[in-house]
């Protein structure tokens, strides 16, 4: 089934401790991005990639790194969080050779950082 | 600047027909996604439009007014689990998606 994965799906923490969330799709997509969502905002964009070892600056890239040494995975890294990280994060991919260039999306990360 | 404005919230009853509107103004433009989201879910594709025009798929149509920087999704035979938020997004280019807020519609029986 082709589908994009995230871990974890919910997640507590401190603010300070390092943590991870990994996703990872297995379409062959070339693109992925992360976003975060919150109430009234809407998603807005972390970071993306265009392939392995392209990353780039979304809207909201402060506090966030990512890495894309494999084409499948693209994980998001808060080295520092913060509570105003609190959010719903949201991995998506997509196609490039793809004319509609839909992006799909994974389940989601509910993070909330005390 | 990018702007993409859509109502917060309808309320509809069940088989009836909602409009929901999104204009948007860009600084690029290559066409416009209309996405669902179920609370705490993933957003799932509906529909993306590229030219002017309506698009019909089953009970949901998109419409796309490029001259105007406006679309709307209809929803034709409500039912209760059309109750979700749709989400407007203006593809700029190069994979980027701006997101509108979101429109949350409320659908009784």
Not at chain 1, 36 to 48: E, H, T, V
Not at chain 2, 29 to 43: D, K, M, S, T, V
Request: charged share 20%; net charge neutral; glycine share 8%.
């Amino acid at each position: 089934e082709a589908q994009v994965t995230q871990n974890p799906r919910y997640l507590i923490t401190v603010t300070g401790k390092k943590l991870t969330v990994t996703c990872s799709q297995n379409m062959n997509h070339e693109y992925m991005s992360w976003y975060r969502q919150d109430p009234g905002l809407g998603l807005r964009q972390i970071y993306y990639s265009m392939n392995v070892e392209v990353t780039d600056k979304g809207d909201v890239p402060e506090g966030y790194k990512v890495s894309r040494k494999e084409k499948r995975n693209f994980p998001l890294i808060l080295e520092s969080p913060s509570p105003n990280q609190t959010s719903l994060y949201f991995c998506a991919s997509s196609s490039i050779r793809d004319s509609q260039e839909t992006q799909y999306f994974g389940p989601g990360t509910r993070l909330l950082v005390l | 600047g990018q702007n993409i404005d859509q109502p917060t919230e309808m309320t509809a009853t069940e088989g009836a027909i909602v409009q929901i509107n999104c204009t948007y103004q860009t600084s690029g433009f290559n066409g416009l996604f209309w996405y669902q989201q179920h609370a705490g879910e993933a957003p799932t594709f509906l529909s993306y439009n590229v030219l002017d025009g309506l698009e019909e798929k089953g009970r949901f149509s998109s419409f796309l007014s490029r001259s105007k920087g406006y679309s709307y999704l209809l929803l034709k035979e409500l039912q209760m689990k059309d109750s979700a938020s749709y989400l407007c997004a203006a593809y700029t280019g190069f994979q980027k998606l701006v997101f509108g807020t979101g429109t949350r519609l409320l659908v009784s029986p």
